[in-house]
Each structure stands twice: as structure tokens, then as C-alpha cells.
């Protein structure tokens, strides 16, 4: 008998005593949870992203799409990133003011090549601004999950308002299950029995979060 067989087996004993009329999972558990806490504005609701992502240890810039390309040149000369991992659907015009190196995101690159680039560069999915998370879910403009995990310095853009929402329930409304989610609350970081904090473990050591709207330029935290 193979594991999976008798994983399965152990399954079908487990379920023997499930009556064929019980009701399914969804229409089992209830629903009935708020879909977001408290009712704020559009502008409210982006403050709260903002806050929530420095609360992460995530550096927040605002500025206007006039300013993006400026901004991002401005935070790539800053970390003194000399090569930036672009992904195939991503905006070219958001880095048409930077000195720095392009490098094409290949499906055959190693985590030895991620990890030499210095920056990456993604659009998002969405934002929730309740968990200050960004949401990618691998599309043209994000790339594959490994290069925002393996690179040592993220960079990502969120639309507001259009790509901000207020709470989780909200976010997984616009998400696809059948794509490749990564949902990020601020740097990667991981503490031990000692609580003494880690930071770039599983993940880029920083999160720079970029929220382009009608705003002037201006750092929310650095």
C-alpha cells in the first residue's frame, strides 16, 4: 500500500460517519462577520494603509504618477541599487529615470542570480489597508513569487484608491484562488525564543511600498 493510499484510507474511515445530507463547509459555517471595522472615507482609508504598512517596518512613499519614475529613481539611488529585476509586464515608464541596470525577470534564473540583483520592482493586486498587507498574485506586471522573496530590496506600487481596500474579506472578493497568492505585511522577518528579531530570512530584508495617487511627493516614514 502506497502513503497516498493510505493517507486516502484514513480520510474515507474518518468521514464513514458523515451522514450524506450534512451540509457542506460553505453553507456550514457562518458568514456573518463584518466585512471591514468602522466606516471611513476613501482618503481615511489609505491613511490607515499607509500607517498600518510603517507599523510593519515598511518604508511608505506617496506621489502622483507625474512623480513615479522620479520617486523610484530617487529610492534605487538612495539604497545604491546598481541592477533592478523587472518583471515582463511591468511598466517601463516607471523606471525611465534610473541609471540602474535592468535585468529581465527569466524563468530560468537561479536563487543565486535573484540574489545577486539588487532591487526588484512590482506592481501589486491589491492592498488592505486594516492588515497593512499588499497582496501579489503573480500577474505580467508583478512576475513570479521568487523574485520578490529572494532579492534583498522590494519595491512595490499600489494604485490608490483603486487597488486599496479596507479588509481582508474585501481583498479576497478581487483575488483569483487559483493564482499564485503572496500576501506581505511589511519586511520579511522572523524572532527566536528570545524575541530577538530577524529580519531577511524568508524574504527581502526591505519593503518600500509606493502609493501612487493625486498626492505630492512626500515620505510618510522612513
Known amino acids: 500500500?502506497?502513503?497516498r493510499e493510505r493517507i486516502l484510507g484514513r480520510v474515507r474511515r474518518a468521514l464513514a460517519d458523515v451522514r450524506q445530507d450534512e451540509p457542506s463547509y460553505d453553507q456550514a459555517v457562518p458568514r456573518d462577520y463584518l466585512r471591514e471595522h468602522g466606516d471611513r472615507s476613501v482618503g481615511e482609508t489609505v491613511d490607515l494603509l499607509a500607517e498600518n504598512l510603517?507599523?510593519?517596518r515598511a518604508v511608505v512613499?506617496?506621489?502622483t504618477a507625474e512623480d513615479l519614475a522620479a520617486t523610484i529613481a530617487g529610492m534605487l539611488a538612495a539604497r545604491g541599487a546598481k541592477t533592478v529585476l523587472v518583471p515582463r509586464g511591468l511598466d517601463l515608464e516607471w523606471l525611465q529615470a534610473t541609471d540602474a541596470e535592468r535585468i529581465a525577470d527569466r524563468a530560468e534564473s537561479t536563487a543565486h542570480e535573484l540574489d545577486q540583483?539588487?532591487?526588484v520592482v512590482t506592481a501589486c493586486a491589491v492592498a488592505v489597508a486594516e492588515t497593512g498587507t499588499i497582496v501579489l498574485d503573480g500577474g505580467p506586471d508583478q512576475g513570479r513569487r521568487?523574485?520578490?522573496?529572494?532579492?534583498d530590496h522590494h519595491i512595490c506600487v499600489v494604485r490608490v484608491p483603486d487597488q486599496v481596500v479596507s479588509s481582508v474579506p474585501q481583498a479576497l472578493e478581487r483575488l483569483d484562488p487559483g493564482l499564485p497568492l503572496t500576501w506581505i505585511s511589511g519586511p520579511s522577518?522572523?524572532?527566536?525564543?528570545?524575541?530577538?528579531r530577524v529580519e531577511?530570512?524568508?524574504?527581502p530584508r526591505t519593503l518600500e511600498v509606493v502609493l501612487v495617487g493625486g498626492q505630492s511627493s512626500a515620505d510618510v516614514t522612513s
Open 117 to 119: 540583483v539588487d532591487s
Open 189 to 196: 522577518a522572523t524572532s527566536d525564543i528570545e524575541l530577538d
Open 146 to 151: 521568487r523574485i520578490t522573496l529572494v532579492p
Open 200 to 203: 531577511g530570512v524568508h524574504g
Open 61 to 63: 512613499h506617496r506621489c
Open 1 to 3: 500500500m502506497s502513503s
Open 54 to 56: 510603517a507599523d510593519y
